[in-house]
């Protein structure tokens, strides 16, 4: 797994510049919001916070048609929602387009509706653009990374508009932090985290970096 982040960062590297706004803003002084779907919300949140510009990442449901969803509801897999976790981030620390680097480095956007074991229509890979730029850089990203071969398959990460999010229960928020000792955690999230703390070290926290 550590391989295949650094392949797809470096692939990242190839065309990040190219032709599209890479920050939201330029000197934007107000925080911006940023919402994905990765499977399980737990392993998104867990990456997210460790980044620099990152004020807070929340766990939660989006893409569906049922209003204020409970998690029961929401893993039956009959709401139509995913997953999902918002990133409230300073575009002038970290950009849209690095938030994307990360978001497509650290879990399999080629499996419909699965991660791993978690598998069901709420653990599927999807972007919820905010805006017209974000929507540009997603689908820019999603066309280039499938013209370089980084994966193996086509990516079926939906790219759709932002409508609802609906905060997930609180016990949900910060999950890993304060559930170490959680199978899930140690087999699931653990491993995940620390190789992306690897190859994204220059993206991380002051205080996680060393």
């Given amino acids: 797994m550590l391989v295949f982040f650094a392949f797809v960062n470096a692939k990242f590297a190839d065309f990040s510049g190219e032709g599209i ?10 925080m911006e919001t940023a919402t994905f779907a990765s499977g399980c919300f737990w392993c ?20 569906g048609t049922v209003k204020n969803p ?9 709401t139509g929602h995913a997953e999902a ?3 409230t981030y300073d575009p002038d620390i970290i950009g849209y387009n690095e938030l994307l680097e990360v978001f497509w480095s650290t879990h399999d956007p080629t499996t419909l509706n699965r991660q791993g074991a978690d598998v069901g229509t709420q653990y599927r890979s999807a972007i919820y653009y905010h805006d017209e ?24 990460t939906e790219i759709v508009p932002m409508t609802e999010f609906y905060p997930a229960e609180d ?19 653990a491993p995940k985290l620390e190789k992306f703390k690897k190859v994204f070290k220059d993206k991380l926290k002051k205080d996680l970096a060393n």
Avoid: M, W
């Fill in 133 to 156: 730029n974000q929507k540009q850089l997603a689908e820019k990203y999603k066309k280039a990374l499938d013209e370089s071969g980084a994966f193996p398959n086509p990516i079926v």
């Fill in 171 to 189: 016990y949900h928020q910060d999950y890993y932090a304060l559930n170490l000792s959680q199978p899930y955690c140690r087999i699931v999230i």
């Fill in 44 to 63: 998104g949140e867990a990456i997210f916070e460790n980044l620099a510009g990152v004020e807070k990442v929340t766990s939660g449901y989006s893409g």
């Fill in 85 to 87: 976790f918002q990133v």
């Fill in 21 to 30: 706004t890479n920050r939201s803003f330029i000197n934007s002084k107000k």
């Fill in 70 to 78: 409970s998690y029961k509801e929401v893993v039956t897999g009959s």
